[in-house]
Every structure is written in C-alpha cells, then in structure tokens.
C-alpha cells in the first residue's frame, strides 16, 4: 500500500485529479503535522455529520467509527443519494472488511481512482488513510461540481469567493490558507448575500478571533452550516490547512448556490432589458428628427410654391436674395439632418437584427422612403421657384425697359400732338387771300405728310401698350389709359386734317397764287425733320442685351446710321438752299416777305438746330454702346471662369462617385481598415468643399450681373449642388455600411476569412456591380453556399432578407442572413427561463422579486409593461413574465 496522497493524484472527471496534480511537495510534508491533522479531524467530522443527521445519525471518532464499513456506506448513501449493496451484519474482520469495500467500490464507480488506499487501513484505524479517504469524498461530492466561467473544482470555488468579496474592504482571496487567518473572508461571504445577518463595518481586521467565531456562529445559527473549524486553530497556526479551508468554505458554495442562479438570472435579463431600452431609445430619437425633417419641409414646401408677383426688378431680386440665403445657410443642416437619420436607421435595424428583435416600422409617413420624397418634392419645388425668379426679373426688365419706351414715346407723340386740334379747326381760310388759301392748303398737305409719317409712332406705342398687358405689367391701367387717350386724340386728328382738306379744296379754285417755292421747301423740310426725330428717338432709345452677339449687332446697325450721315447732310444742306433761293428772288424782285414760310414751321434754324442735337448724340451713342460691350466682355469672362470651375468640380464629383461604387463592392484589407480608408476618403471629399464655394461665389456673381445663360458648360449650378450633396451622402452611406459589418461581424463571431468569403461570393454574384442583386442571382448565390432550395423555403429567406419586397438583395442584408443562420442569439425560451427562476418556478413573477433582483430601472421597466397574470394559482399583484419575454422578441406588441 502507498500512501494517502498518492490515492488523491486521481480523480473523477479530472477536476480532483486536476486539483491534486497542483499540490505542492511541502504540503505532503506537512500533511501529518500535528495542528493540520488535529483540524481535519475536526472540520471532516463536523462535514460527514452535516450528512449523516440527515439519517439521524452522526460520528464522534472519525477513524473508529468507520472502521465497521456501516456509516461509512450510509455517508455515501446520503451524499449520492443513491443506495450501495446491503451491508453484511457480521462483528468479524472480513465483514467489516468487505463493508468497507463496498463502500470504496462505489466511489470508484463514480470515476475516483483509488490507489494506496485499502480496506485493510480503514478498518485497522489508520488516521493518514481515513482523513484521505474522507478528503477524497469531500473532493468528488462537494468540491469537483463546482464551475464558475468555465473553471471548475479548486479554481472554480477560489474564484467565487473572490468575485463575492471583492467589494470588501481588508479582504483579498488568493488562496485557501491565510487569506482566512483574519476572518473578514468568511464574514464577507456572508454579509454579501445575507447583510441582515452580518454588521460588516463593526469588525476589525486585528481581531481575528472575533471576527472568525462570530462568522462561525452566524452560519451555524442562521445558514444551517455546522461548526468545522476553531478559530483558536486557525489564528495560532503559522499556514490553517488548506483542506480544511476547502470544506468549509464548500459548504457556504452550496448553500448559497440558488442565489448565484436568480443573479445569473437577473443579469441575463438586465442584459436582455438593456437592449431593448437602448433600441427603444434610438426608435424615438428617429421619430422625433423624423417629424422635424418633415415639419421643416412642410413649411418651406409653400413658402417655395409661393408665385406672388413683384412690381419691380428690385423687389424680385430681393427675393432672390433670400432664395440663396435659404439655399447656403437654411438647407445644408437639414441635407446633414437627413444624412444623419438615414444612418440611425440603418444603425437600429441592424443592432435589431443582431440582437435577434423585429425589423422597425416607423409610424406612418415617417419611412426613410416617406422622407426621400418629400425630400424630393422640396427639390422640385425648389427648382421650379429658382426658375421662376429668373423669368419673373426677365419678365420685369422687359416690362420696365418697354414701359420707359412707352412713356417716352408717348410724351414725344403728346408734344407734337399739342395744338394741332386747335390749327385743323380754324377758319382763317375763310378772310385770305388766294395766295394765303393757296398757302394755308399747301401747308396741310404738309401737314398731312407729317401726320402720315407720325403713324407708325402711334402704332408703336399701341403695340408696346399691349405686349405690358400681356406681360401682366403692374401699371397696365394708366398706360391703357394714356394709349386710348392717344388713339382716339389720332382718329379725331384723321377727321379734322380730312375736314380741313375739304374747305381748303373748296377754296383751291379762287387761290390760284401758290408760292412753289416755299412748298417745295415744306415738301422736303418736313420729312427731313421727321427723319432727324426719328434718329434723334433712335440714338436716345434704350436698350438692354444678353450677349456679346446682341451688342454687336447694335453697333453694327449704329455704324450703318453713321454711313447714311454724309447723304442726310447733303439733304440739308438742299433744303437750306431752297430757303437761301427765296431770300435771293425776294431781295431780286423787292419782295417784302411777311414773314416765316406760310406751308411749313420748319424754319432752317430749327433744322440746323436739331441737326447739331443729332450729331452731338452721336458720340454719345458711341460710348454707351461700347460701354455695354465692355460689360457684355466682362460677363462673357464670368461665363468662363464659371465654366472652367464647373467642369473641374463636375468632373471631380463624377470620378468620386465611381470610384466609392468601386470601393463598396472591393474587399482591400480588413474591415478597420476599410472604414479608415473611407473616413480618409470622406476627409479629403470635405477638404474639397473650398472648391464648391469658389464656384458658388462665381454663381453668385453671374446672377448678380443677370447672365442667364453659359455657352461653354453643359453644367447648371443646381446640378452640381444636387451632384455634391450625392457624392456626401454616398459615402456617409458608404462608412455606415461597413460600420453595420464590424458591428455584425463582432456580435455574431463572424471571422475577417469569412467575411472576405462572403463579399468575394457576393460579388461574384454581383453581376451589375451596383452593391445590391435581384432574386435570381441571389438564389445562384445561396445554393453556390450549399444551400439546398426549394421554392417555399426561397421564399421565406427572401422574406428575412427583403422584408419590404423590394425585390433586391443588399450584401448587408446576406451578411445578417448568413450570421444569423450560423450563430446563436438570446431566444425568448431564455428570457422566460431567466424569469423563471427569478419567480422560484413559479407561473407567474411580483413586483417585490422583480426589485430585489433586477436594477431599479430595469425593474420598474418591466413593471410597466408587464400585463396581470391571470393563470392558474394567481394572486394579487401577479404579474405574466412568459408573454412579455415573448412580446420582447416580436412575438405580440408589449
């Protein structure tokens, strides 16, 4: 036979095994020191006794009394609950030999190899063999199932001890010996699950024997542990004996064993409850940006469908002012607010997916679709009030340039109207002369000219009345006004010159001295002053040009008017020599002329008056027309640097957005790094944000100066506004997919292998490289994983991977399949089982249990929404866990 602690290097299971295998030499050494042997007595005693009372009986000497094998198979009976072979009765050697027997082979049946230690031993009385015998069943039945986080036997209940005292003040459990000397250990345990029981701020740590029998005492009165150890022992002992220790400690494991259960169980559902706190929280942060986002559009969408008209450039491009206020200042937090909610969503749905929850639905007309198209709408109803502004400043320039036109013709038409009433109906032909008749008639045949040659100057001014009424000018009254005050003065004028006519031709055949002269001079002075106030209207005429083209087109018309100056001047120069002819034969003849020329009012003063006028508005004309020429060069520079700037930034938000689509379906690195190099990505698109306001000042600068077109972009900067709120969006989308990955990855234990394997079979399938595939492809797809389909069973993964049925399949959403069909998440059943043993295996659980085992609030939590139980052996204020677990998980609303 070997020795006691060559039996104990072997084990049931390996946990004894495993914990002897970590002996120390010494302690072998020491085993039969006197003050360790006298407390194993004691403390393996005191522990079979806590059994054997169970069967009414009990030792006093632990290596006699089971030296008959009798107790010694009763002892296993009650820590086995199983029963042994029938004892034999007998006094002799061999029955008490054979008893004992029995009993050491029913512990080797329950995987415990005994070597070195014998019935013979036992039954003789060996001390060393019995303690190691008794050590042997205290290992296998109250020490080898003990596990905590995967550790089992001695590291298991060493690491419970130290997880419940480590709040404490003065303790520190490092091992099964000294740890102990001072008592505050075995205090501690206590206090911390029954504080009612224990005044742990009383004891002081240089009072050893105190502190240790009170722990004594407390946990033999109140805890049903018996008293195994002497303090007297432990304190006057350099090292207390390990094993011992263990005992002991052991049977404050078990007796404490079912609160360790409800606090698992409570931590498994503040875990459950915590998340679901935490999603709930997100669900009403979206609805609340939500329904501001769409209250925001809600309120500019009519102030953008507003189309109340302005009455004057001014005011429109006032408007327009506040247009690009809005457009700089009010829209870009509200483009960063959508950005932002669209990535909430897509953050809660997947935490919802990975923590095993259904998909949110916000409330009605807050979808993300619901938002994109009022969204959309805003846009719409921003472009068609952007262009309207513009037409309505073209449409008001027209109308003032044409209602100046009007007006300046009108005073000039008004002027030469002054007095010709007044002149058509008198009667001087009545007491003249014949040469005065003759004379008075030739004059209205001048007159006649002139009124003929000022037609189409009323008809001009009719013309500009009506198109400012169908322009919608706001003075439309006074100038339809003004112009039936002109129109009906011209047809009275038209029946007084044909009346006037009449008498003077009636008169015609009594006058027959006519001065030709003077007639030949009307007949050519008045056309010739007719045709020097038309130039004279024309060179003073506004005008109002877009383009370089229109500009010169007007100087050329200008320089042709210059060309026909030297054949105008020769006219006038004709018509002073007629005026010249006369004084010439009146002074040959002795004529005494009467006065100014009696056919015409046109004296040659007037002629070289207005000729000088004409010619000084010449150079005038010159210099306004080359002015607007410089101004015209000057937009046609604002059209090319805004064209070059255009290009560039078009050209870089393309080359962008293909190269992110590029970047989403590649699979360059880790995740981590991926999402760097987005974020990198993202900085230097920001860092680009200089250039868009570079370009937005030369847009500015162009409306400014009324340019409304650009021959040298095909680029509009609403285009590129919409192109670079895009290229911001795509890759804050971008980085928030590949967070959703990591986020995915890390919850479910998805491998960096197994991801690279997913997005390489996802691209493959890919087809349209466009990040997302039809139902056919995604099929191709599953089955090239080793899915197996049928249609049925198709259509319920496309349910899980297409909720919305959209018909397109994203890789996030492949990714959240494959994780969920390959790994485990907390399950209903869980939850309810958690409850379960909170409520003692009862039905039904009371707010009490709820707040002695579950933080405040997460218990109040659950109290709210948990509905009355109504089930078998209700009482007053039972409440039903088992339909709220499953509400949890989707099951029915909470």
Not at 2 to 14: F, K
Not at 82 to 104: C, D, F, Q
Not at 472 to 497: F, H
Not at 856 to 863: F, G, H, R, S, V
Request: glycine letters at 4%.
């Amino acid at each position: 036979m070997v020795d006691y602690h060559a039996a104990n290097n072997q084990s049931s299971a390996g946990g004894v095994q495993t914990y002897m295998e970590q002996e120390n030499d010494w302690d072998r050494d020491l085993l039969l020191d006197p003050a360790w042997e006298r407390q194993q007595r004691k403390t393996f005693t005191a522990w079979c006794n806590s059994h054997l009372r169970k069967s009414g009986t009990q030792i006093e000497n632990i290596e006699e009394d089971f030296r008959d094998g009798l107790k010694l198979m009763l002892l296993l009976e009650v820590i086995a609950g199983e029963r042994l072979p029938k004892p034999e009765r007998g006094k002799m050697r061999v029955h008490k030999i054979n008893n004992v027997n029995k009993a050491l082979d029913f512990i080797a049946s329950k995987g415990v190899k005994l070597v070195s230690i014998g019935a013979e031993e036992i039954v003789d009385g060996n001390a060393k063999m019995t303690l190691g015998m008794i050590w042997t069943i205290i290992l296998r039945f109250a020490i080898q199932d003990i596990s905590v986080e995967e550790t089992s036997a001695k590291e298991g209940l060493l690491l419970w001890c130290q997880r419940k005292t480590a709040p404490y003040k003065n303790v520190n459990v490092q091992n099964f010996h000294i740890s102990w000397k001072d008592g505050l250990a075995f205090n501690a345990l206590i206090h911390r699950h029954r504080p009612d029981l224990i005044d742990y701020d009383s004891l002081r740590k240089d009072d050893p024997v105190t502190n240790l029998n009170n722990a004594f005492e407390v946990a033999e009165k109140h805890l049903d542990i018996p008293k195994m150890l002497d303090a007297e022992d432990i304190v006057g002992t350099l090292r207390p004996d390990e094993k011992a220790i263990m005992t002991y400690v052991s049977c404050f494991y078990h007796a404490f064993s079912g609160a360790q259960k409800a606090e698992t169980a409570a931590n498994r559902i503040c875990k459950v409850l915590a998340v679901n706190q935490e999603n709930e929280q997100m669900m009403e942060d979206y609805e609340k940006l939500a329904s501001e986002l769409l209250e925001w559009i809600r309120r500019t969408i009519p102030w953008l469908e507003n189309r109340t008209q302005e009455k004057t450039v001014n005011d429109m491009q006032a408007k327009q002012e506040d247009f690009r206020d809005y457009r700089c200042v009010h829209k870009p937090p509200k483009v960063q607010e959508k950005c932002q909610l669209e990535i909430s969503f897509n953050t809660l749905q997947t935490k919802l997916r990975l923590s095993n929850r259904p998909a949110f639905m916000p409330s009605e007309g807050r979808m993300v679709s619901d938002i994109n198209g009022a969204w959309h709408t805003l846009e719409g109803a921003e472009k068609g009030y952007e262009e309207w502004i513009l037409s309505e400043i073209r449409r008001l320039e027209r109308l003032e340039h044409l209602a100046e036109k009007f007006h300046q013709k009108a005073a000039i038409h008004e002027s030469w109207t002054d007095g010709k009433e007044a002149m058509l109906t008198q009667k001087d032909y009545e007491t003249s002369t014949l040469s005065e008749v003759k004379a008075l008639l030739r004059k209205h045949e001048a007159f006649e000219s002139d009124l003929a040659a000022h037609q189409d100057r009323v008809e001009q001014i009719a013309a500009i009345a009506q198109e400012l009424n169908e322009l919608d000018y706001y003075d439309s009254a006074s100038v339809n006004a003004r112009c039936q005050k002109i129109c009906d003065q011209w047809d009275v004028l038209g029946t007084l010159t044909h009346n006037r006519k009449d008498s003077l031709e009636r008169t015609e055949k009594q006058l027959e001295s006519i001065d030709e002269l003077y007639l030949e001079y009307a007949k050519r002075a008045a056309p010739f002053n007719n045709w020097m106030e038309g130039a004279m209207e024309d060179l003073q005429d506004m005008f109002i040009v877009h383009n370089i083209e229109e500009i010169q087109g007007l100087i050329t018309a200008h320089e042709q008017f210059k060309s026909t100056l030297a054949e105008a001047n020769k006219e006038r120069e004709a018509i002073q020599s007629i005026q010249a002819e006369v004084q010439k034969i009146a002074q040959s003849n002795g004529i005494k002329l009467s006065g100014a020329n009696p056919y015409t009012t046109i004296t040659p003063a007037s002629i070289d008056s207005k000729w000088k006028k004409a010619m000084d508005m010449v150079p005038l004309r010159d210099n306004a027309l080359q002015d607007e020429l410089n101004k015209q060069n000057s937009n046609d520079t604002l059209r090319a640097k805004f064209a070059t700037q255009a290009n560039t930034v078009g050209a870089y938000i393309q080359a962008k957005m293909e190269e992110i689509g590029r970047i989403s379906i590649e699979m360059n690195g880790t995740l981590e790094d991926q999402l760097t190099h987005l974020k990198e990505y993202q900085q230097t698109i920001m860092s680009y944000m200089p250039e868009i306001n570079t370009l937005e000042g030369y847009h500015q600068h162009i409306q400014e100066a009324l340019i409304f077109d650009n021959q040298y972009t095909s680029y509009t900067m609403e285009h590129l506004r919409v192109g670079w709120e895009q290229l911001l969006t795509t890759i804050a989308r971008t980085i928030n997919e590949v967070e959703n990955q990591i986020l995915t990855r890390d919850a479910k234990g998805i491998s960096q292998e197994q991801l690279y394997e997913y997005r390489a079979s996802f691209n493959h399938f890919d087809k349209k490289r466009s990040g997302q595939m039809v139902s056919e492809d995604f099929r191709a797809l599953l089955i090239s994983t080793g899915n197996s389909l049928g249609d049925s069973e198709f259509a319920r993964i496309m349910g899980i991977v297409d909720p919305n049925g959209s018909g397109a399949v994203t890789f996030q959403a492949f990714i959240d399949f494959m994780s969920r069909e390959t790994t485990d998440t907390d399950t209903a059943d869980q939850v309810i089982a958690s409850f379960k043993i909170l409520a003692a295996d009862k039905p039904f659980i009371t707010a009490e249990e709820l707040r002695r085992e579950l933080p405040p609030d997460q218990a109040e939590y659950c109290i709210a929404r948990m509905a009355p139980y109504t089930g078998p052996n209700a009482t007053p204020g039972a409440l039903d866990y088992m339909s709220f677990s499953t509400a949890l998980y989707g099951e029915s609303d909470l």
